[in-house]
C-alpha cells in the first residue's frame, strides 16, 4: 500500500499549481480577447484606447501565485508523509474557476470602460469579489494544513 501511495506522492503538488495556473491562462486569455476587441473598436472609432484594459487581463494571474503558495505548504507536508492529494486537486481547481471566472469577468469589464470610459472602480470591486474566493482557499486550507501537519 505504501508503494501505491509513494507513486502520486506528488499529484497534490502538482495538481494544485497546474490546476490554478490553467484557470489563470484561460482568464487572462478571456480577457485579453475582449481587450484587444476593444482596443480595435477605440481605434476604428478615432478614440483613445484605454491601456487601464491591461490591468482586467493580468487580474487572473494572481490565482497561480496562490497555487504556488499552498504548492509550498503541501511539499512541506509531504516531506513529512502526508501527501494532500485531495487538497491540491480541490484547491487548484477552486483557484483554477475563481481565475477563470475573474477572466470572464473581466472581459466584460474591459468592454464596457473601453466604450464608456467610465466605471473603471466599480469593474476592480467586482473583479476583487471574485478574487476573494481564491483567497479564501488558501488562508483556509494554510491553517488546515498548519493545524495537522
Given at each position: ?16 499549481i ?5 484557470g ?6 478571456y480577457?485579453?480577447?475582449a ?11 478615432n478614440?483613445m ?5 491591461i ?20 511539499v512541506e507536508?509531504?516531506n ?8 491540491g486537486?480541490f484547491a487548484g481547481?477552486?483557484?483554477?474557476v ?8 473581466g472581459?466584460s469589464a474591459?468592454d ?7 466605471g473603471f472602480a466599480n469593474y476592480?470591486?467586482v473583479?476583487g ?9 488558501l488562508v483556509?486550507?494554510?491553517?488546515k494544513?498548519?493545524?495537522?501537519y
Amino acid at each position: 500500500m505504501e508503494q501505491i501511495l509513494a507513486q502520486f506522492k506528488d499529484l497534490g503538488v502538482a495538481a494544485v499549481i497546474a490546476l490554478s495556473a490553467v484557470g489563470s491562462g484561460l482568464g487572462a486569455g478571456y480577457a485579453g480577447m475582449a481587450a484587444v476587441g476593444a482596443w480595435k473598436k477605440c481605434f476604428s472609432q478615432n478614440k483613445m484606447a484605454p491601456f487601464l484594459l491591461i490591468v482586467f487581463v493580468g487580474a487572473p494571474l494572481s490565482q497561480t501565485i496562490y497555487g504556488m503558495i499552498l504548492m509550498n505548504k503541501i511539499v512541506e507536508a509531504a516531506n513529512k508523509g502526508a501527501f494532500m492529494i485531495g487538497i491540491g486537486i480541490f484547491a487548484g481547481l477552486a483557484m483554477g474557476v475563481s481565475a477563470l471566472m475573474q477572466g470572464k469577468a473581466g472581459a466584460s469589464a474591459a468592454d464596457a470602460f473601453a466604450e464608456t470610459g467610465k466605471g473603471f472602480a466599480n469593474y476592480l470591486i467586482v473583479l476583487g469579489i471574485i478574487e476573494t474566493v481564491a483567497l479564501f482557499i488558501l488562508v483556509f486550507l494554510l491553517g488546515k494544513i498548519s493545524i495537522l501537519y
